[in-house]
Each structure stands twice: as structure tokens, then as C-alpha cells.
């Protein structure tokens, strides 16, 4: 964590996150970012931290514990509480579509963490009548688990939509991602070089982002660089014309090297919390591409950081005269660094802690470990 945190002058609480997957999950997104730099910033300041998370963990600063697999972690959570996090203050509960229910079993004082929520994504990741149960689950039995409880988010979109599924506003909290100081920046590609960087899944909607690149190369020439691993890969490679390049998963090396000779991000995605990739890029300098949607709308001004089309034909044409006209691709560059620089990992720390505060005393609870 590159912020500078000072010392927490309140009392020390002892916080358990209970995630889907843990940073070192090759499918680790922008919520396994969030909650990692989150409970990294709540240890240094004297904060007690764990981690439980389904599949694959990695050593942290903060103890991680492995909660079974991908479904069956759901069923475990319950127990492995039960069994060995009894004596916590708070439970931060990090819903990625299917919920934990915290509260139904557990009576300590909860927060539920929504980064984006995932209405619009049921239909594209499972077929009826999986998808409608799982949207019925999320939209309706997660609200009213949770309705004596803290909501805690990221963007404006997603407090919207939860107040939308009936979370109302003065229980909706928000603060604001970061973005990590990058090293020293290193040269912009002097060919045209497009980036789109992060899970390869089917709402990150590569396979379109491939399409309108037929369309955009004859204008632009260069080459786009997919970068990140991930169920849609097989496709994706073979969807994939001339000048397309994948890397795989990439070092936190190569992704700076990447980002910095970049001269557009490519963001086609569907839906999302933020979009944290967005910030990455803007703070080395880099604009992003995008569609309105919720999440993206929020990290990216559209005409000042970067462009948000509506159809895919505005994408494309952004895309073309962006890569054209050099200097209003580096004015926006410059807006946009501008802004990301103001976005601090301490500042969401310091606001995740006034939530937790404000958490524990709604339930009336005194802390267990000073």
C-alpha cells in the first residue's frame, strides 16, 4: 500500500471479511483488489484482519483462511465461523452476486460490501431456472437479510442500484477506490497500441471489443494487446483477427510497462464496480474507451478523462479519431492523471473505519480486543 496511513487514535476492532475468493484467484477482479488494500490499510493502523475466501488463497499481511471451493464455500462459511471467528467484532460481508446471509447466522454487527451487483449478469452467466433463482436471491432475500444492516460500496452506480432493490439511502454508505502509485513512468508506444486489460469473462465483452477492432484497424493500424486470463480466453484467441496479441496474465511489471505504453484503454464491459483498471491506466497518463454503464460512468468523465459511447458505433468512432488526433488523446491523458492522483487507498481505509464505527454502534456492541 503506497498511502501514508496514520496511526487509528479509536479503539482496535477484530474484523473478519468473508469474500468469494481471495486476491490470488486467477479470476480476481476489482472487489478482491478493494477488500485486500482494505484490510492491508485496517492492519497497519493496529486493526485485527482476516480473510475467508473460497478456492485459491496466497500468504498476506493479514491471516487468510481457505473456505472450501466455489459453491461450497457458501454452505462452510457458517460453520468455519462457528468454529473459529466467534470472538469478532464485525463481519464484512462481500457479496459478488450470491450472498453469504450473514444474519441468518450469525448475530455480531455486519456490513454487507457490494462492489457492483449482478442483475444484468445472471442471464449471461447461467441459464433458467439457475438464473433466475440466483437474481430472485441477490435482489430480494439479500436486502432482506440485511435490513437492519450497513450497506457499503464504491460508486455511485451501485448505490443506486441497491436502492433500487430496496436498500434505502441512509443506509447506503460509500467510499472511494484507490489507485497505487506507479514507478516512474516509462515510454509511450510510438505505434499505435491499444490495451484492454483484466479478466477475460463474458461481461467484459471482449468478443465485441474484437469485432469493432475489424473495423477501427484499417483506419488506425497498430495492434491490440488483451491482457489478463480467464474463462472466455479459448474463445476469445479464436474470435481473434490480425494484430491482436494475448498475454496472459501479466506482472505487476509488465501491467505498468503496458499501461504506460498504451495509448487507449479499451473497456467494453458490460457492468462494473468502478473499474479499477480505469484509474490504473488514467494515473500513468493513459485515457480510457468506454460505454455508459453503470461503474464505468463513474471512473471515466466522459469528454474530459476519457470518452463513454452509447452504441457500438460511437465506440468505434471514438476509438478511430482518438488514435488520430494525438493531441486531444494526450489533453484527455493529462485530465485524467489529474484526477486518479486524487484518489488515495487511505482515504477509503479512513472511510471503511468510520462505516465499521457506525456499524458496531448501531448493533450496540463493545469491541472484544483493544
Same mark, same amino acid.
Given at each position: 500500500m503506497n498511502d501514508d496511513l496514520e496511526a487509528w487514535a479509536g479503539p482496535r476492532r477484530n474484523i473478519l471479511f468473508i469474500a468469494w475468493r481471495d486476491l490470488a484467484s486467477r479470476l480476481a477482479g476489482g472487489s478482491e483488489v478493494l477488500v485486500d488494500q482494505l484490510a492491508t490499510g485496517l492492519l497497519a493502523r493496529g486493526h485485527r484482519v482476516t480473510l475467508l475466501a473460497g478456492g485459491t488463497i496466497a500468504e498476506r499481511p493479514y491471516? /487468510?483462511? =481457505?473456505?472450501?471451493?466455489?459453491?461450497?464455500?457458501?454452505? =462452510?462459511?457458517p460453520l468455519a465461523y462457528l468454529r473459529n471467528f466467534r470472538d469478532v467484532d464485525l463481519i464484512v460481508e462481500v457479496c459478488n452476486g450470491m450472498p453469504f446471509l450473514v444474519p441468518l447466522w450469525? =448475530?455480531?454487527?455486519? +456490513?454487507?460490501? /457490494?462492489? %457492483? /451487483? %449482478?442483475?444484468?449478469?445472471?442471464? +449471461?452467466r447461467f441459464r433458467p431456472p439457475l438464473s433466475t433463482v440466483g437474481r430472485r436471491i441477490e435482489d430480494t432475500v439479500m436486502p432482506m437479510a440485511h435490513k437492519k444492516n450497513l450497506f457499503l460500496t464504491v460508486s455511485p452506480s451501485t448505490a443506486e442500484a441497491l436502492n433500487h432493490m430496496g436498500v434505502g439511502p441512509d443506509r447506503i454508505r460509500q467510499i472511494c477506490n484507490g489507485v497505487v502509485r506507479p514507478d516512474p513512468p516509462t515510454p509511450r508506444s510510438k505505434d499505435p497500441l491499444f490495451l484492454a486489460l483484466g479478466r477475460l469473462s463474458d461481461y467484459k465483452r471482449l468478443d465485441l471489443l474484437l469485432r469493432l477492432w475489424e473495423r477501427v484497424r484499417p483506419v488506425t493500424g497498430g495492434q491490440l494487446v488483451i491482457a489478463g486470463d480467464g474463462p472466455e480466453r479459448a474463445r476469445l484467441q479464436a474470435l481473434a483477427g490480425p494484430g491482436v496479441t494475448f498475454t496472459g496474465r501479466v506482472s505487476e511489471q509488465d501491467k505498468h510497462r503496458l499501461l504506460c505504453e498504451a495509448w487507449l484503454l479499451m473497456h467494453p464491459a458490460l457492468i462494473e464496480g468502478w473499474g479499477i483498471v480505469v484509474s490504473e491506466a488514467a494515473i500513468r497518463g493513459t485515457p480510457a474507451v468506454a460505454f455508459d454503464v453503470p461503474g464505468l460512468r463513474d471512473s471515466v468523465v466522459h469528454g474530459e478523462t476519457g470518452i463513454l459511447a452509447q452504441k457500438?458505433?460511437?465506440?468505434?468512432?471514438?476509438?478511430?479519431?482518438?488514435? +488520430?488526433?494525438?493531441?486531444?488523446r494526450e489533453a484527455l491523458g493529462r485530465a485524467a492523471r489529474t484526477r486518479a492522483l486524487q484518489l488515495h487507498w487511505s482515504?477509503? /481505509?479512513?472511510?471503511?473505519?468510520d462505516v465499521a464505527e457506525e456499524a458496531i454502534k448501531r448493533a450496540g456492541r463493545e469491541p472484544s480486543w483493544r
Open positions: 491471516p /487468510v483462511h =481457505r473456505n472450501g471451493g466455489t459453491y461450497s464455500q457458501f454452505l =462452510r462459511a450469525s =448475530r455480531k454487527p455486519t +456490513i454487507c460490501l /457490494v462492489n %457492483h /451487483v %449482478h442483475t444484468e449478469l445472471w442471464p +449471461i457500438e458505433g460511437q465506440f468505434a468512432s471514438a476509438w478511430a479519431s482518438l488514435a +488520430i488526433d494525438g493531441r486531444r482515504a477509503a /481505509v479512513e472511510g471503511f473505519e
